[in-house]
Protein backbone atom coordinates (compact mmCIF):
# COMPACT_ATOMS: atom_id res chain seq x y z
CA UNK A 1 0.00 0.00 0.00
CA UNK A 2 1.36 3.19 -1.08
CA UNK A 3 0.81 6.28 1.82
CA UNK A 4 0.31 9.92 1.01
CA UNK A 5 0.82 13.18 3.12
CA UNK A 6 0.41 16.33 2.51
CA UNK A 7 1.76 19.53 4.39
CA UNK A 8 2.60 23.15 3.78
CA UNK A 9 -0.88 24.21 4.21
CA UNK A 10 -2.07 27.45 5.95
CA UNK A 11 -3.83 30.91 5.29
CA UNK A 12 -2.25 33.57 3.27
CA UNK A 13 -3.53 36.99 2.10
CA UNK A 14 -4.60 37.50 -1.36
CA UNK A 15 -1.57 37.94 -3.73
CA UNK A 16 0.67 35.55 -1.61
CA UNK A 17 2.23 32.24 -2.00
CA UNK A 18 2.40 28.65 -0.30
CA UNK A 19 4.35 25.48 -1.42
CA UNK A 20 2.88 22.29 -0.65
CA UNK A 21 4.13 19.25 -0.59
CA UNK A 22 3.18 15.38 -0.59
CA UNK A 23 5.54 12.91 1.37
CA UNK A 24 5.06 9.22 -0.15
CA UNK A 25 5.82 6.10 0.94
CA UNK A 26 5.14 2.46 1.60
CA UNK A 27 6.21 2.41 -2.78
CA UNK A 28 7.91 2.87 -5.07
CA UNK A 29 7.61 6.61 -5.72
CA UNK A 30 9.17 6.88 -9.45
CA UNK A 31 6.47 4.14 -10.85
CA UNK A 32 4.00 6.70 -9.98
CA UNK A 33 2.70 9.71 -11.76
CA UNK A 34 1.10 12.37 -9.45
CA UNK A 35 -1.14 14.65 -8.99
CA UNK A 36 -3.05 17.29 -7.20
CA UNK A 37 -6.68 18.30 -6.37
CA UNK A 38 -8.57 20.41 -4.48
CA UNK A 39 -11.96 21.12 -3.63
CA UNK A 40 -13.46 24.24 -2.33
CA UNK A 41 -16.94 24.01 0.09
CA UNK A 42 -19.77 23.33 -1.41
CA UNK A 43 -18.18 22.45 -4.53
CA UNK A 44 -17.14 18.86 -6.18
CA UNK A 45 -12.87 18.06 -6.23
CA UNK A 46 -11.60 19.23 -9.17
CA UNK A 47 -8.28 18.90 -11.04
CA UNK A 48 -5.17 20.91 -9.99
CA UNK A 49 -1.98 19.81 -11.93
CA UNK A 50 0.06 15.94 -12.73
CA UNK A 51 3.37 15.45 -13.72
CA UNK A 52 4.87 12.09 -14.93
CA UNK A 53 6.85 9.67 -12.83
CA UNK A 54 10.13 11.05 -14.04
CA UNK A 55 9.14 14.85 -14.00
CA UNK A 56 9.20 15.38 -17.80
CA UNK A 57 5.99 16.56 -18.82
CA UNK A 58 3.30 18.09 -16.76
CA UNK A 59 -0.42 19.15 -17.38
CA UNK A 60 -2.42 21.74 -15.85
CA UNK A 61 -6.23 23.21 -15.58
CA UNK A 62 -5.82 26.18 -17.94
CA UNK A 63 -7.17 28.97 -15.23
CA UNK A 64 -4.19 27.65 -13.44
CA UNK A 65 -1.67 27.05 -15.22
CA UNK A 66 0.36 30.68 -14.78
CA UNK A 67 0.06 30.70 -11.46
CA UNK A 68 0.88 27.23 -10.09
CA UNK A 69 3.69 24.67 -10.72
CA UNK A 70 3.97 21.30 -10.06
CA UNK A 71 7.30 19.53 -9.73
CA UNK A 72 8.58 16.31 -8.15
CA UNK A 73 11.90 15.37 -6.44
CA UNK A 74 11.76 11.48 -6.73
CA UNK A 75 15.06 10.99 -4.20
CA UNK A 76 12.93 12.99 -1.67
CA UNK A 77 9.77 11.07 -2.32
CA UNK A 78 7.70 13.72 -2.68
CA UNK A 79 5.30 16.04 -4.88
CA UNK A 80 4.65 19.71 -4.79
CA UNK A 81 2.61 22.47 -5.32
CA UNK A 82 4.07 25.67 -5.81
CA UNK A 83 0.84 28.49 -5.93
CA UNK A 84 1.58 32.40 -6.09
CA UNK A 85 -0.66 34.94 -6.61
CA UNK A 86 -3.15 32.95 -4.58
CA UNK A 87 -6.98 34.45 -4.58
CA UNK A 88 -10.26 34.08 -2.69
CA UNK A 89 -10.99 31.35 -4.97
CA UNK A 90 -8.55 29.39 -4.21
CA UNK A 91 -9.48 28.46 -0.64
CA UNK A 92 -9.88 24.12 -1.06
CA UNK A 93 -8.90 21.46 0.83
CA UNK A 94 -5.78 20.48 -1.93
CA UNK A 95 -5.46 16.54 -2.37
CA UNK A 96 -2.30 14.65 -3.42
CA UNK A 97 -3.06 11.41 -5.64
CA UNK A 98 -0.63 8.72 -7.23
CA UNK A 99 -1.35 7.36 -9.76
CA UNK A 100 0.45 3.91 -10.96
CA UNK A 101 0.53 4.56 -14.81
CA UNK A 102 2.22 2.53 -17.59
CA UNK A 103 6.22 3.92 -17.99
CA UNK A 104 5.70 2.87 -21.59
CA UNK A 105 3.45 6.35 -22.29
CA UNK A 106 4.60 9.18 -23.46
CA UNK A 107 5.34 11.44 -20.36
CA UNK A 108 2.59 14.02 -21.14
CA UNK A 109 0.36 11.08 -21.89
CA UNK A 110 1.22 10.02 -17.94
CA UNK A 111 0.10 13.54 -16.36
CA UNK A 112 -3.16 13.22 -18.22
CA UNK A 113 -3.90 9.94 -16.95
CA UNK A 114 -4.02 11.05 -13.80
CA UNK A 115 -6.76 13.39 -14.10
CA UNK A 116 -9.22 11.13 -15.85
CA UNK A 117 -7.88 7.79 -13.76
CA UNK A 118 -9.20 10.26 -10.70
CA UNK A 119 -12.61 9.88 -12.03
CA UNK A 120 -12.75 6.25 -12.00
CA UNK A 121 -11.36 5.30 -8.55
CA UNK A 122 -7.72 4.46 -9.92
CA UNK A 123 -6.04 6.73 -7.52
CA UNK A 124 -4.53 6.40 -4.30
CA UNK A 125 -5.37 9.58 -2.17
CA UNK A 126 -3.89 11.55 0.69
CA UNK A 127 -6.02 13.34 3.26
CA UNK A 128 -5.62 16.79 2.46
CA UNK A 129 -4.27 20.18 3.08
CA UNK A 130 -6.45 23.14 3.60
CA UNK A 131 -5.46 26.62 2.13
CA UNK A 132 -7.14 29.22 3.27
CA UNK A 133 -6.57 32.61 1.15
CA UNK A 134 -8.69 35.72 3.00
CA UNK A 135 -8.19 39.04 3.63
Known amino acids: QVQLVESGGGSVQPGGSLRLSCAVS????????MGWFRQAPGKEREFVAAISRSGASKHYTDSMKDRFTISRDNDKNTVYLQMNKLKIEDTAVYYCAADAVDGLLEPLAQAMAVMSDARYGLVSWGKGALVTVSS
Open 26 to 33: GSTFSRYA
